[in-house]
């Protein structure tokens, strides 16, 4: 049987009554209120939240991109004030929600995904080019492109975001589209026979006018929407933003990057069958010709002609089991 004693209407119809309240001691006296504690008076909470039995207090802000970085103010409360925070009251506890919550959402995937996607890519480009080196070569205008996304970013004045975050995902498999049609064009000048500089040079040459309308068009097509002043398109704008400007700074990088370390991913060849051999070979010698044999025929330049072999060529012996590169 549940009892309930409390005081008489009279005794508790004004808030002024609450000073008189009489309050037992561990002596066993009572007291009035106020001689015991100092009453103060504010607002109340019309409801309270709670998660896990605790009590839960949201505190939400608006940030205005054009003074201050959300992610900054974050690192700054988490780098001085809640650790201040909780070690003045250690029964809080901070939960970060809202948007930065939805990025460690959208994050926590693309740490397994994206590391997966560039295995694939590796895999199908290795497939296609028999050559595990090659691979490395085209892939490596992959961080360039995030670089030029991040520049862009800037320039333009946008923070990056989590859509920005998914233009760089997506923008792993646009740059490497280059770099593939410019080394597929100076292995088939290898496989034809052309000198190693001299199938680089025309490489470039027959690949230049394909790579840099491919960039201009896909900064073209992104270009409204980075442009676009509507409030609902500035969410997708970053992520825009971080296409067309990766795909412009890899771009600029691969007719001029891939070549080199297509050059120095020779010598390197050269250097090991130096030290297996003794001998140092030609250039033509070590390059991967579009994963040809040696030995296997190639088109003749003069129409009725025989064709000739790949191993005449390069001035190699023509030993069917014999393949180009490592």
């Known amino acids: ?13 004004r808030l002024s009554d609450l000073a008189q309240v009489r309050i037992r001691t561990a002596g066993g006296l009572e007291v009035p209120l106020n001689s015991v504690a100092e009453l103060t008076h ?24 054009s003074r201050a970085n959300a992610n900054e103010i974050f690192a700054e409360l988490n780098r001085s004030f809640f650790p201040h925070l909780i070690h003045t009251y250690p029964g809080v506890r901070v939960a970060q929600q809202g948007e930065q919550k939805k990025m460690r959402e959208a994050f926590t995937p693309l740490g397994i995904g994206y ?3 560039l295995l694939g890519i590796f895999v199908v480009i290795a497939t296609m080019f028999r050559s595990y080196l090659q691979p490395f070569v085209i892939m490596f205008t992959v961080p360039f492109g995030i670089i030029g996304a991040i520049i862009g970013h800037l320039l333009m004045g946008y923070d990056l975001s989590m859509m920005s975050a998914f233009g760089m995902v997506a923008l792993t498999g646009v740059v490497v ?11 088939e ?41 509507d409030f609902q398109a500035r969410f997708l704008i970053p992520m825009a933003l971080a296409l ?12 001029v990057m891939i070549p080199s370390l297509l050059a120095i991913l020779n010598d390197l060849r050269r250097v090991v069958r130096r030290w297996k051999t003794g001998q140092w070979p030609s250039r033509e010698a070590v390059e991967p010709a579009a994963g040809r044999r040696i030995g296997d025929p190639v088109a003749s330049s003069m129409p009725g002609q025989a064709p000739s072999s790949a191993a005449s060529h390069l001035n190699l012996p023509a030993k069917p089991d014999q393949e180009y590169g490592v």
């Open 189 to 229: 000048n290898l496989a034809e026979g052309m000198p190693f500089f001299e199938a680089i040079i025309a490489g470039g040459a027959r690949r230049f006018r394909a790579v840099f309308l491919t960039t201009v068009s896909t900064m073209g097509g992104l270009a409204p929407l980075i442009l676009e002043t």
């Open 244 to 255: 067309a400007a990766g795909v412009a700074f890899a771009t600029a990088l691969t007719l």
């Open 115 to 117: 590391p997966m996607a």
């Open 177 to 187: 589209n280059d770099a593939i049609v410019m080394v597929e064009r100076i292995n």
């Open 1 to 13: 049987m549940r009892v309930k004693v409390r005081y008489t209407a009279d005794e508790r119809s």
């Open 42 to 65: 504010a607002p109340g909470y019309a409801t309270i939240n709670r998660a896990d039995g605790m009590r839960r207090v949201t505190v939400s802000a608006a940030v205005d991109s």
